[in-house]
């Protein structure tokens, strides 16, 4: 999976700068990794807990233990970013004991109800708290959660809007390749936080005004035989392509080659709302225009550049969207303008040669 570290990585390998970066499952799936990215070569090893089970609770802090050891037996850390509480608690406990100049507080989501159990949910917001206000900088990784944290008392000095955004000379250089007229694309991993199901459904009647229309999906997991099917059962396999997993240089190149982006995420879960979406980031981009609903924070920056469209996610509306998109070769074309714009305004590389590049120099 592609996050906001991974990013930030590509950033510091690009400007010449050594890291670490160590890697733990945000789905407790694998196993977490410690990465030590210099110029000349990258080392690395996973640690050995399992992820399972009772397990799965010790893990928290046995990351928690695993990034402190790290940190603790090397040289002293410039500039700590941890992403989400736990890891910026790690952070805090370094930089007490004299190993860590300055802290970031990065946070990659947020929710008010965040767990369902009264007891782990007090527990995250008190950390969040202790992380937020003990931090040198807090980065956010949404306008949503930058309002919150103004709300919550954090200085506008310190309270900065890093979005979940690529480096936007990266894509480029990944992407090649003609965009096909009436083609959509979708990526990301085949869980219920992603209305497929609203896709086939338009699209069994948007092919009726447009017999050439062609959907991608990239990506894999626990929903993707249940997609494939109902794609089949109504009659639409020559209309859509299920490209799997794909290397992130791959799936750039694939979507560089569609006209129109989605990011359609079902609105039960409660962090959606102050996400940031790495899609429709990417997406825009390519010059790609993004038809998002309106529920997640990225949908307020499509909206304002009029760069897609920001809608209530029902059938209807999808196909409103699509339809008006598809009929007139002007609105894509404003909509594909007006998506380079954004992208240019948060070009992650720009935004960290601003935030970070001088935090690090300050340090040495």
Not at 7 to 35: A, C, V, W
Not at 141 to 163: A, C, H, L, M, Y
Not at 218 to 244: D, M, P, Q, W, Y
Not at 265 to 277: I, L
Request: proline letters at 4%; hydrophobic letters at 40%.
């Amino acid at each position: 999976m592609h996050g906001p570290g991974h990013s930030i990585s590509q950033y510091l390998l690009m400007n010449k700068i050594p890291h670490g970066f160590i890697k733990h499952s945000l789905y407790n799936t694998d196993r977490s990794r410690i990465e030590h990215k210099s110029i000349k070569k990258e080392t690395g090893r996973e640690s050995r807990l399992p992820r399972t089970g009772v397990f799965r609770y010790f893990q928290y802090l046995w990351e928690l233990f695993t990034t402190l050891h790290y940190v603790v037996r090397h040289q002293k850390v410039n500039v700590f970013i941890g992403i989400d509480p736990l890891n910026a608690l790690a952070g805090i406990i370094a930089r007490f004991l004299g190993k860590v100049d300055t802290l970031v507080f990065y946070t990659a989501d947020y929710a008010y109800e965040r767990f369902e159990n009264t007891l782990l949910n007090y527990i995250y917001h008190a950390l969040d708290k202790f992380a937020y206000s003990r931090a040198d900088y807090v980065w956010n990784v949404s306008s949503r959660i930058t309002s919150i944290r103004s709300k919550q008392g954090v200085p506008d000095e310190k309270n900065r809007f890093i979005p979940n955004a690529p480096i936007l000379k990266l894509m480029k250089k990944a992407s090649h390749g003609k965009k096909a007229p009436t083609s959509l694309v979708l990526i990301a991993n085949f869980t219920p936080a992603i209305r497929y199901d609203a896709v086939v459904h338009a699209a069994k009647k948007l092919v009726r005004t447009f017999p050439n229309l062609h959907v991608s999906f990239i990506g894999s997991g626990e929903r993707e035989e249940a997609i494939k099917k109902l794609v089949a059962k109504n009659g639409l396999a020559k209309h859509f392509t299920f490209h799997g997993y794909q290397p992130h240089d791959k799936a750039v190149e694939i979507l560089g080659q569609h006209q129109i982006g989605l990011a359609l995420y079902d609105n039960k879960w409660p962090w959606t709302a102050f996400g940031d979406s790495l899609k429709a980031r990417e997406y825009l981009a390519l010059g790609l225009p993004v038809i998002i609903n309106d529920h997640i924070s990225t949908a307020d920056d499509i909206e304002t550049f009029k760069a897609g469209y920001s809608i209530k996610l029902t059938e209807k509306k999808l196909i409103e969207c699509l339809t008006e998109a598809f009929h007139d070769e002007k609105i894509i074309a404003a909509l594909q303008k007006n998506a380079l714009k954004a992208a240019k305004t948060y070009d992650l590389e720009k935004i960290l040669d601003r935030e970070l590049k001088s935090l690090i120099q300050s340090n040495l």
